[in-house]
């Protein structure tokens, strides 16, 4: 396989050659073992339906292998890496200090080894087959598997869920794909420091990346087609990410259109970017493109199984994740759906109480982010930006991160939090945090909003000192008093 093709499904553009075999049936076929996928299989087979699941690469998704948990091991070890760099901060000497980088990809390797048997003995207490090969449909709910040890199977489900996910995209810039980039499953693979890192989007992949290399040691350039990082983000977000890279010396190159790459990733890599109409060129040693995702829906016999999809190659989906055709759902990143794994886990909530005939949907649900740089961004709600232009009138709360005690404590009081307040009632409308442990901050926050509950609750709630929690007492007695 390309290395520049990722695949963290159970799908292949490879034909599978002979004749189908007769089909096998089960009560659900699951293409892929994603969030949301692994997850209905687990439940319904423990109900005593009779399950299969295809994957063809990653056991468990992408989440467990090559994206999520893997990059937080990897960042966090750049994060203990700063640690070193500002050890004299703590009275700590730091002399002969070196980054092994097959040391840091060999810990993080260890859990994903831990996180694929676990998932292994799930499927096998919960008593769904997990099948190991490439499938594509050949009919409505029918997928025939080209079997990694050889072979084929044919699997008819009396329900089918897709949950195929989604890949790096490499845009079709001249000399690029020849340039052979790393994405993030090649840079959470490296066993040897980029001396210079070129990075290709701003996104979250390229943003927590970037930081993290630079940690570790690179010198890192930051290339994106906006004007600012984060560009959808709040002024006081973007403010704050711009200094934050610049205080870390990563370099950004912005408002930039890439127009061809020269050379090899890995060896000596040249970018022709055009910036205010001129043309510079930026020289590296490896590139990593970081520009977004494609959904992995093409070359998959989507079509006869009567599954349509929308303009942009993802799953036609309903509220309640039905898919074009008859007893087929779709669930996680091919369906549309927000890329994050939490997202993927609610869709399977969806799935399962359709199944069971209830009415839960994806309309109106909240959908929390947190960018894991250092300091961490999160968010849940509106920001100030969206209920400008929806129109919705609010009440602000800020303070900076430095209210919240325990900052001092660790030495990390960068940033700030806030919150938004229905300007007629006490409703929390969203919170924002740009600062340590801003996820787990966020959370409390979330929970608030989820049961009803007015800002004033957290105001006046007795919570432990010092904790970073406590904070959320001084951001909401900073709330302004009703206009009357």
Sequence with gaps: MDRIEESGSAVSSRAIEGKPSTPEEYDIVVLGSGEGSKYLAWTEAKQGKRVAVIEGRYIGGSCPNIACLPSKNIIHSAKVASYFQRSEEFGISKENVRIDMSVVRDRKR???????????????????????????????????????DGGTRVLRGSKVV??????ATVEPIPGLREAGPLTHIEALELDYLPKHLLVLGGGYVGLELAQAMRRFGSRVTIIDRNERLVHREDEDVIAGLHSLFESEEIELVLGAKVQRVEGKSGVSVKLHVLRDGVETILEGTDLLVATGRTPNTANIGLELAGVALTERGYIQVSERLETTAQDTWAIGDCAGSPQFTHIGFDDFRIVRDDFAGGHRVTTGRQVPSCMFTDPELARVGLSEKEASAQGIE?????????????????????????????????????????????????????IAMIAGLPYTGLRDAILTHPTLSEGLVALFSSVPAIKQ
């Excluded at 919960?126 to 009919?139: D, K, N, Q, T």
């Excluded at 006490?426 to 340590?436: H, K, N, Q, S, W």
């Design 162 to 167: 897709i949950g195929t996910g989604t890949h």
């Design 394 to 446: 609010y009440r602000l709360a800020k303070i900076p991160a430095a209210a919240a005690l325990r900052t001092r404590t660790l030495s990390e009081t960068r940033g700030f939090w806030k919150a938004l307040i229905d300007t007629k009632s006490d409703r929390i409308l969203g919170f924002t945090a740009f600062g340590v442990e801003a996820g787990e901050i966020m959370a409390t926050v979330q």
């Design 110 to 148: 260890r859990m994903v080894d831990g996180l694929v048997q676990m998932h292994l003995d799930n499927f096998k207490a919960s008593g769904a087959e997990l099948v190991i090969g490439w499938g594509r449909f050949i009919a409505p709910r029918t997928i025939e598997v080209a079997l990694g």
